[in-house]
């Protein structure tokens, strides 16, 4: 499965913009997706997932309340719908697809680790 992330770019505080990763493949509703992010400066972290169904989501505690992630299964895309936005949301945003087939846990879907492939990110900035 190859990744296709867009929709970024400069935005407001309070912007919204809607995040968009394209898979390609047949498997694609086999595997749980991820949104996480990369800070200048700072490590990647995890910012929601959802599972392979799209009945299980999980959200980092930063973006909970304002960042909403949902799946098409039969458009192989994912989304991470934005909302008001701060400076510090300012970072490259990585879709990525699990490791695993079927298996979904709220614990495990945090982890970096439990993915294997990745987008090659869109780049979102918050002005001030």
């Known amino acids: 499965v190859q990744l296709q992330a867009s929709g970024g770019g400069l935005v407001q505080t309070g912007g919204y913009p809607r995040l968009s990763c394209a898979a390609s493949?047949?498997?694609?509703?086999?595997?749980?997706m991820g949104w996480f992010r990369q800070a200048p400066g700072k490590e990647r972290e995890f910012v929601a997932a959802i599972s392979y169904t799209g009945r299980g989501t999980e959200y980092a505690d930063s973006v909970k309340g304002r960042f909403t992630i949902s799946r098409d299964n039969a458009k192989n895309t994912v989304i991470l719908q934005t909302n008001g936005l701060k400076p510090e949301d300012t970072a490259v945003y990585y879709c990525?697809?699990?490791?695993?087939?079927?298996?979904?846990?709220?614990?495990?879907?945090?982890?970096?680790?439990?993915?294997?492939?990745w987008g090659q990110g869109t780049l979102v900035t918050v002005s001030s």
């Open positions: 493949g047949r498997t694609f509703d086999m595997y749980n």
């Open positions: 990525a697809k699990s490791r695993s087939t079927y298996y979904y846990t709220p614990e495990t879907v945090r982890s970096q680790y439990d993915y294997d492939s």
